[in-house]
Nanobody
Framework: VQLQASGGGSVQAGGSLRLSCAAS????????MGWFRRAPGKEREFIAA??????????AYADSVKGRFTISRDSAKNTIDLQMNSLKPEDTAVYYC???????????????????WGQGTQVTVSS
């Protein structure tokens, strides 16, 4: 599975950006997909994820982005998007998309659950 992230850029605080991640290869093996980010000098941080398991689709968001970020998935196109609104300077980071090959009732928020990673895209929010 290969993941290609796009859509990063620079925006002023309060603005919006939309990130996209396209999966290719053995996409039938993907159950969950998510977004993580890493700010300079900080650990990789879970942002949002979507997964299918137990006959349903479920979502998870970090508290820091709830109400501002929305993850969506187009299974036919094997893409996920992350709509980011009301951006803050503390959202500045490199954002990574990731894919989880296991069926789960709720999305995993731990990086080790994700076997496949995109290359990262920079998001910079200025005050």
């Amino acid at each position: 599975v290969q993941l290609q992230a796009s859509g990063g850029g620079s925006v002023q605080a309060g603005g919006s950006l939309r990130l996209s991640c396209a999966a290719s290869g053995r996409t039938f093996s993907i159950y969950g997909m998510g977004w993580f980010r890493r700010a300079p000098g900080k650990e990789r941080e879970f942002i949002a994820a979507i997964t299918r398991g137990g006959g349903r689709i479920s979502y998870a968001y970090a508290d820091s982005v709830k109400g501002r970020f929305t993850i969506s998935r187009d299974s036919a196109k094997n893409t996920i998007d992350l709509q980011m609104n009301s951006l803050k300077p503390e959202d500045t980071a490199v954002y990574y998309c990731a894919a989880d090959p296991y069926s789960r009732v709720v999305p995993s928020t731990t990086p080790t659950a994700y076997n496949y990673w995109g290359q990262g895209t920079q998001v910079t929010v200025s005050s």
